[in-house]
């Protein structure tokens, strides 16, 4: 018998040496001594296992069986052929086994970065549906800005990252969970709390405004926006901060439409309706290019699409 596998020496290994279920039949069958009990506890049929047999005697180009109504015996080289197949079916579950610990491990935990409105005002609820699905992954979530959040993502600091820039920042991949509008608010007392007519945009750049940082999502849509900002007239690294800085009358502010129900219903801030110009932007989920989230960060990701 000749194996066509000799007629290619350049072929690589995976052509030439059978495959792991056709090994784990022939150990089978020299343990029971029968094709037809080793074909029922590997899980295939009589004739798929006699299949499979003979395919591997073309492969090898060796008889490995001989078959006789009194059952399957091992041919003198089936005998070493199935010496050497048990060392591979144990090195394979050897390398199963590193591979679940792998996969256990990173399971184990979940590192998520999230610019401040995100981690704030979405992500807990995402946290929680998480833990039902997952009771055993901890998960540390590390808020900024979402220039820092490509920053942690692209060091590997962080597994998952949310922003709310304007566009994706160099090196990662993202896809958009969410849009979001931003408001302009100012205290009950402020003058622009009794206008009548919307304020135009020139005059919203013009204003000195409390503001996020630089690299916040929330300062490049606007700073886009408006083709510009007045010099600040105090400058936060919080959504929180600056809310209470413009419900305490500092000044007027622009923030995020999720981070404004409570204020906004209980009348602490009014909203200021614009003339000219749209505020709006798109959250998206983040991750390192050409590196899907897997584990528990694909599972994250799957919670927000209903966001």
Same mark, same amino acid.
């Given at each position: 018998m000749s194996s066509g596998a000799e007629d290619r020496p350049g072929a690589g290994i995976a052509h030439r040496v059978p495959d792991l279920g056709a090994l784990?039949?022939?150990? $089978?069958? $020299?343990?029971? #001594?029968?094709l037809g009990r080793a074909a029922r506890e590997v899980g295939i049929t009589q004739p798929a296992a006699s299949s499979r047999i003979r395919s591997m005697e073309r492969l090898l180009g060796v008889a490995l069986v001989d078959r006789s109504p009194r059952g399957s015996r091992l041919t003198r080289e089936g005998a070493l052929v199935t010496d050497w197949a048990r060392r591979v079916v144990d090195a394979a579950e050897a390398f199963d086994a590193g591979a679940q610990a792998l996969r256990d491990r990173r399971d184990s935990r979940l590192r998520v970065a999230a610019s401040m409105t995100i981690a704030e005002y979405l992500l807990p609820g995402w946290l929680i549906a998480l833990r039902a699905q997952r009771p055993d992954t901890a998960v540390s979530l590390l808020a900024g800005n979402s220039a820092g959040v490509a920053e942690r993502l692209l060091t590997g600091e962080a597994d998952l990252g949310f922003v709310e820039g304007l566009s994706v920042p160099s090196g990662l991949d993202a896809t958009v969970i969410a849009h979001d509008r931003l408001i302009v608010v100012t205290a009950p #007392?402020?003058?622009?709390? %009794? %206008?009548r007519e919307p304020l135009a945009a020139a005059e919203l750049a013009?204003? !000195?405004?409390?503001?996020?940082?630089?690299g916040s999502g929330t300062r490049q849509v606007l700073d886009s926006a408006l083709g510009g900002l007045a010099r600040?007239?105090?400058?936060?690294s919080s959504t929180t901060a600056v809310k209470a800085s413009a419900v305490s009358g500092a000044g007027p502010a622009v923030l995020s439409e999720l981070a404004l129900g409570e204020e906004l219903s209980a009348h602490r801030l009014v909203g200021i309706p614009l003339a000219d110009v749209r505020l709006t932007r798109a959250l998206r989920a983040v991750w390192p290019t050409g590196h899907r989230p897997? #584990? !528990?960060a694909r599972d994250l990701l799957s919670l927000t699409r209903g966001a």
């Open positions: 784990e039949l022939l150990l $089978a069958v $020299a343990r029971l #001594g029968s #007392g402020h003058p622009w709390a %009794r %206008r013009a204003t !000195p405004l409390i503001l996020r940082e630089e600040p007239l105090i400058e936060l897997t #584990g !528990p």
